[in-house]
């Protein structure tokens, strides 16, 4: 029987949050507000974690 394991996703390597002048910069461009690069990045982010998570077989 395989144990369960816990990560810690600040850990992961690839798995970080935009720092608040990053996103001011994209947000100047006029493309995007700055909420709409928050969910952004947020669904991408919950995204590759998932998919690292999963490449790695490990359960959080």
Do not use: C, P
């Amino acid at each position: 029987m395989r144990k369960e394991m816990t990560i810690d996703l600040e850990k992961i390597d690839g798995v970080r949050e935009m720092s608040y002048e990053e996103v001011d910069k994209i947000a100047a461009t006029g493309y995007y507000t700055s909420k709409q690069i928050w969910d952004t990045e947020y669904d991408v982010k919950l995204r590759e974690t998932k998919n690292i998570l999963k490449m790695l077989h490990l359960n959080f």
